[in-house]
């Protein structure tokens, strides 16, 4: 998913819309550019603003229940991933068939959430229909990865025999190299690391993205 982060003009007409909303950097995906229109110099139309900013006042005011997820919640956490993850370079080159993929994406984000239940931290968001719309986890510093045991009780050492061994060491792979960068990344010292941040596409380029990861940064990094 591409984004790109710009400052909303601030027109007589811009601050009726915003009313006591405070000045702000908006970020656009791809997953609300059909309602973005950029002038040739980068600015972006009025009322197509108009309608963003109305977007996001809706899901600011909505009430969002904050959670932590449960093993209750692996099946629906899977598919709100898999929708996320479908087309993310990473998952495609793992699962290059876009017919199967979905299916096979959806099982290996299952039985990654396994896991990721087991050694990391969640933070999720459901709406007032206690709809999971938002989810992540994080893994604070000397976090345990999961075990050669923990991995093969949720069953990715199937993955082979289910997916074939290219998928198999793709994902392998994949993961080692994330792993690698990580590492490199923090140079030994300790850090938090964020994982899986994911909102359900009629949530995202809204702000409650950047909303969560400053309340956990507040509650749980900081405190």
């Given amino acids: 998913m591409t984004s790109a982060a710009f400052d909303a003009p601030r027109t007589p007409a811009v601050e009726a819309t915003l009313g006591g909303l405070e000045p702000v950097s908006l970020t656009v995906?791809?997953?609300?550019?059909?309602?973005c229109a950029f002038d040739p110099d980068g600015s972006v139309w009025e009322n197509d603003l108009h309608y963003?900013?109305?977007?996001?006042?809706?899901?600011?005011?909505?009430?969002?229940?904050?959670v932590r997820l449960t093993s209750a919640d692996r099946?629906?956490?899977?598919?709100?991933?898999?929708?996320?993850?479908?087309?993310n370079p990473g998952h495609t080159f793992i699962y290059p068939d876009a017919i199967t993929r979905?299916?096979?994406?959806?099982?290996?984000?299952?039985?990654?959430?396994?896991a990721q239940l087991e050694v990391g931290q969640s933070f999720a968001r459901r709406n007032a229909d206690q709809e999971?719309?938002?989810?992540?986890?994080?893994h604070a510093p000397g976090a345990p990865r999961a075990t050669a045991e923990q991995l093969a009780a949720f069953g990715f050492l199937e993955m082979a025999n289910l997916h074939g061994e290219v998928a198999?060491?793709?994902?392998?792979?994949?993961?080692?190299?994330?792993?690698?960068?990580?590492?490199?990344?923090?140079?030994?010292?300790?850090g938090w690391?964020?994982?899986?941040?994911?909102?359900?596409?009629?949530?995202?380029?809204?702000?409650?993205?950047?909303?969560?990861?400053q309340r956990e940064l507040r509650e749980v990094v900081d405190s």
């Fill in 102 to 114: 979905r299916e096979r994406l959806r099982w290996l984000m299952y039985a990654n959430l396994g």
């Fill in 29 to 35: 995906t791809s997953a609300c550019t059909p309602c």
């Fill in 52 to 66: 963003l900013l109305e977007e996001a006042r809706m899901v600011e005011n909505q009430e969002l229940s904050v």
């Fill in 132 to 138: 999971l719309v938002a989810m992540a986890f994080w």
């Fill in 75 to 87: 099946s629906e956490a899977a598919d709100l991933l898999t929708d996320a993850f479908f087309d």
């Fill in 193 to 213: 690391y964020l994982n899986k941040l994911v909102l359900r596409g009629d949530y995202r380029g809204l702000g409650l993205g950047t909303r969560m990861v």
């Fill in 168 to 190: 198999f060491e793709r994902m392998r792979g994949s993961v080692e190299e994330l792993e690698r960068r990580r590492q490199e990344g923090l140079r030994g010292r300790p």
